[in-house]
């Protein structure tokens, strides 16, 4: 199932090109009382919402999705779990491009680990990413997005894609600089989650999915996730000894070769093998 978050808050089902709003569906959560739970209300229950989303789907007419304007379909993601240089090719270009590095040393993944992207800076596909430090490269970074469907501490690899509500294509954009990562990728519209997300089961392995992302339409990177290094299952194992995964917990895999830099009035346009593909400017 593909599913999106759109408009005014409504809960749509993707069929095609056609969105269904089975908004309705959200009745059956229960209500929330301060403090919240952990998670996403939402993801915490989804399980349980999908049978109606799905009839819902089938029953309710569509429109065009390419007429609404698509948010983030996490609502309220609790942390946004990233990886550092994930792909060796863009090892490489960071160690050799000091507009990349700023003077620093790169390390590998596994002297870093992963960083934390802060919820705030998230948006979707109908939201334009605000580039407006003049005096600084902000760049793009394309990378398979996942949500977390089942809550997890010191999740084994081979239990991990268990654990995958769904995929996104998720926007990692960057400031360069001196500053900790968790600041630089931090900024609000900094986190481009969309167009929709794919349900697991219809992914499959995400181990072996092309991407590209183009800007004003020219090829800016383009690779495989069976590039990465730290894959998704190793991701989720690595993330987890350290922190409990929630529902609606978001993990951004890592970037390929070919970062560089957006301005306004850029049009970024990315895609995903069997994820899909969306447009977001830049403003
Ligand atoms: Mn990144």
Redesign the pocket.
């Known amino acids: 199932m593909r599913f999106c978050r759109f408009d005014d808050n409504r809960l749509g089902v993707i069929k095609g090109d056609m969105v269904h709003d089975v908004t309705e569906a959200l009745a059956a959560l229960p209500p929330l009382a301060w403090p919240v739970p952990h998670g996403d209300q939402f993801f915490n229950h989804f399980d349980m919402l999908r049978p109606q989303m799905e009839a819902l789907a089938d029953r309710v007419p569509g429109r065009p999705v390419g007429e609404v304007r698509l948010l983030s379909p996490v609502g309220n993601p609790g942390k946004i779990v ?5 792909y060796a090719l863009h090892l490489d270009e960071s160690r050799a491009d000091r507009q990349i590095n700023f003077g620093s040393e790169i390390k590998t993944i596994h002297e870093y680990g992963v960083f934390l992207k802060s919820p705030s800076s998230v948006i979707g596909a109908g939201d334009a990413v605000v580039v407006d430090w003049e005096d600084r490269r902000t760049d793009h ?1 394309i ?1 398979l997005a996942l949500v977390i469907g089942k809550q997890g501490f010191r999740i084994a690899e081979e239990d991990a894609l268990d654990h995958v509500a769904g995929y996104m294509i ?1 926007l ?1 954009m ?1 400031i360069r600089g001196t500053e900790d ?1 968790s600041f630089r ?1 931090s900024l609000d519209t900094f986190t481009v989650l969309g167009p929709h997300i794919v349900t697991a089961d219809e992914v499959g392995n995400p181990g072996a999915l092309d991407f590209e992302i183009t800007v004003n339409g020219e090829s800016r990177q383009k690779s495989n996730t069976a590039l990465l290094i730290l894959n998704v299952q190793q991701l989720i194992a690595y993330a987890s000894k350290a922190y409990t995964l929630y529902p609606g917990d978001v993990i ?1 895999t ?2 390929p070769e070919g ?1 560089a830099p957006v301005k306004p009035g850029d049009v970024m346009h990315a895609w995903i093998d069997r994820v899909g593909e969306m447009s977001v400017r830049v403003a």
């Open positions: 990233a990886a550092p240089v994930n970074e990378e998720g990692d960057t990562r990728k951004m890592g970037t970062v």
